[in-house]
């Protein structure tokens, strides 16, 4: 009598929809931003769907309060970073899944080349500020992000293609934009002073709001209709739901592009004179390097003249540090995006010395006409770590 085998592959009853590929699910490379409430629901489902390659930001640690919401947490991890614990979690769920953890703040440390890494981005922050600086880099390297909300019982899902449709900052009103700028200093440092208390949230929306976000990741990754400059707004008390569209904003900022992306080899310990010599080499005089981020690049007392190099990504800079060290007088902070020859910058220094993060993308531009976008793949390794094999097999 012959024998049936009745077990079926781990991945079986997805398969079974007509348009899933686990070969390509197995290739993807996920961005995930943030490890808390929603995060963990979103690495779950990653693991559970056998989701190749995961990289995981968040600089927070877990607390007590965390585990009412967080699946993957346990009692034992107060403590420890939540990127670290969820993705140790992630590998307990399924083996198959590559997952990496970088504990750091991705505004001040992530550069952009982690987001030319993604297939797709996945936002699970709880700040305007977080997903601005995200549909920037996302706009910049031409890539889709998932953007997901959750309050009390109630939560919104969206998908921004900042390239072609409307974008995070299109859907921004003068309150946003307010509520922004209060997060900042007059002199665009952060505030540490800036809090209203904690948002009220419920493991069930984070549940449905995750489950949704990841969902519309893997209708991102392959092809299928998503929620393109709409979003999905969930009632939990009610039980009712919406779904509006954003009109794109044609004179939004939130929609610029480096162009073609070019590895150059070099990484975050370049020099940045010899980056600018190169500049000079293939875009002729005159060129200059266009930075991810801005640079505070001197603090100076209008009291008693002391002066110091900045060296740091603004907002790495709290409003408490701006103090002068020798009389306390506020120090007025000099910011710069665009280093040209002559610049007081400092060519000696390094990107990293600088205060840039690595594997980002610095653009060489010459005028308004001539640029092309640098990516310093050389910290590839020291970045995504035992991901960096999928940037390899990317450029192949």
Not at 118 to 139: H, K, L, P, Q, W
């Amino acid at each position: 009598m012959e024998t049936v085998d009745l077990r079926e592959d781990r991945y079986h009853r997805q398969t079974l929809i007509g348009w899933w590929d686990q070969e390509r699910v197995r290739k993807t490379r996920v961005l995930v931003i943030g490890a808390g409430a929603l995060g963990n629901e979103i690495l779950k489902l990653l693991a559970l769907i056998g989701c190749g390659y995961t990289l995981v930001y968040d600089p927070d640690r877990i607390e007590r309060s965390n585990l009412s919401r967080t699946v993957l947490f346990r009692e034992a991890d107060e403590g420890q970073g939540k990127a670290d614990v969820a993705v140790r979690r992630m590998r307990e769920i399924n083996g198959d899944v590559r997952a990496h953890a970088i504990a750091d703040n991705v505004l001040v440390r992530g550069g952009l080349g982690v987001f030319a890494w993604a297939d797709v981005v996945i936002g699970a922050v709880d700040n305007r500020e977080a997903r601005v600086f995200i549909n920037s880099a996302c706009a910049r390297v031409g890539k889709k992000w998932v953007d997901g909300a959750i309050e009390a019982f109630s939560g919104v899902v969206r998908v921004f293609d900042p390239a072609n449709g409307a974008c995070y900052e299109c859907t921004m009103n003068k309150t946003d934009r307010a509520l922004l700028a209060e997060r900042r200093s007059c002199a665009m440092l952060a505030r540490e002073a800036v809090t209203r208390g904690h948002v009220p949230t419920s493991a069930v929306a984070a549940s449905i709001i995750g489950a949704m976000q990841v969902q519309e990741a893997i209708k991102v990754v392959h092809g299928q209709s998503t929620l393109d400059g709409e979003g999905f707004h969930f009632d939990g008390l009610y039980v009712d739901a919406r779904r509006v569209r954003y009109p794109r904003r044609e004179d939004c900022a939130g929609h610029d592009c480096v162009g073609a992306i070019r590895s150059i080899g070099v990484g975050s310990e370049t020099k940045l004179g010899d980056l600018l010599t190169r500049a000079e080499q293939e875009l002729g005089e005159g060129a200059s390097l266009d930075f991810s981020r801005d640079l505070i690049t001197k603090l100076t007392c209008p009291a008693c003249g002391d002066a110091a190099r900045g060296n740091a990504v603004l907002g790495a800079v709290r409003e408490s540090q701006a103090a002068c060290p020798k009389c306390r007088t506020h120090r007025v902070v000099e910011i710069a995006s665009t280093v040209t020859r002559g610049d007081d910058v400092g060519l000696e220094l390094t990107l990293a010395e600088l205060g840039l993060p690595p594997f980002d993308i610095v653009v060489a531009r010459n005028g308004m006409e001539r640029q092309q976008a640098w990516l310093l793949d050389g910290d590839v390794a020291g970045v995504l770590g035992p991901l960096a094999e999928s940037w390899n097999q990317r450029k192949t």
